[in-house]
């Protein structure tokens, strides 16, 4: 197990600011050993077939499922200190909902992600969910950093609908093109090895990548082990136990939730299961 970083949970006044803005940035949570173990992890090619070449050099790639393909995902997911920090926010019982590795193109000028809130993909019956960003390059303005709208979880779940169909972007865009005020929008910038913590519910979005470099991060969403997936996409690490135990209870925020219609066969998604393969047999082995 990996062990580096400050194996701490978050002060107050950590607590405070996430409440207040939505996202909290650490530096120095990985080594530059651990970093350079997870850069050739990615190289591994059931990790490189997981994204087309092409892609690879025109867009943001999102390779989902890395838990179950190589175990240095698996160990950093349960990294102590971040798993110290998720505590402070979720609770004692904790799962994985899904892990990916997020690449900008080198491609100067390519890389655009939609503003966005992660919920709209997988909407549970309560929102103490969040994801984690661990930066394996340095997070930049120029590189496409991560850019987020402080106060922004507080608005609820906004309209990711187009004539009745999902669209995987923001429609409220005077969120982020017109805010009441500018100083709201701010880049998210962890150095290698650091990372971001941003609340489900958070809108962000990110720009090209202009420096002709790679820029990679590894993310994973984590839920509160009471929180239920009610649509959207059940990974092979669906529901991979964090912390604490699977206790069979299910807390529902009061309100009407719009799932992500996407049409096919199953226009909601595969989430009904709960638990993916991979994150079966793991639970199954640490009982």
Known sequence: MMTSGIEQGLTEREIKQYGEDGFLVFDDILSAEEVGELRLACEEPQIVELR???????????ALGITALHPAFLKLAKHPAIVAKLKSLLGEDIELQHSKLATKPPTKGL???AWHQDIAFYPHTNTDLLSVMVMLDDATPEN????MVKGSHRL????????GR???ECQERQYWEQPENP??????TPKSGGISIHHGLTLHGSDANASGKPRRGIVFSYRAGDAYQLADTLFDDTGLLICGSKKGIVRCDAGVVTLPYRGG???????????GGFAAAQNEANE
């Not at 087309?52 to 999102?62: A, P």
């Not at 496409?144 to 850019?147: A, E, K, L, S, V």
């Not at 609820?156 to 004539?163: A, E, F, P, Y």
């Open 144 to 147: 496409g950093c991560m850019q």
């Open 111 to 113: 890389g655009i992600f």
């Open 265 to 275: 066969n199953s226009p909601y998604g595969s989430s009904w299961n709960q638990v």
């Open 183 to 188: 100083g709201d929008i701010v880049c998210i």
């Open 156 to 163: 609820g779940l906004l309209n990711h609908l187009v004539n």
């Open 166 to 168: 999902f669209a995987a």
């Open 52 to 62: 087309s070449q092409k892609d690879y050099e025109t867009k943001t790639v999102h």
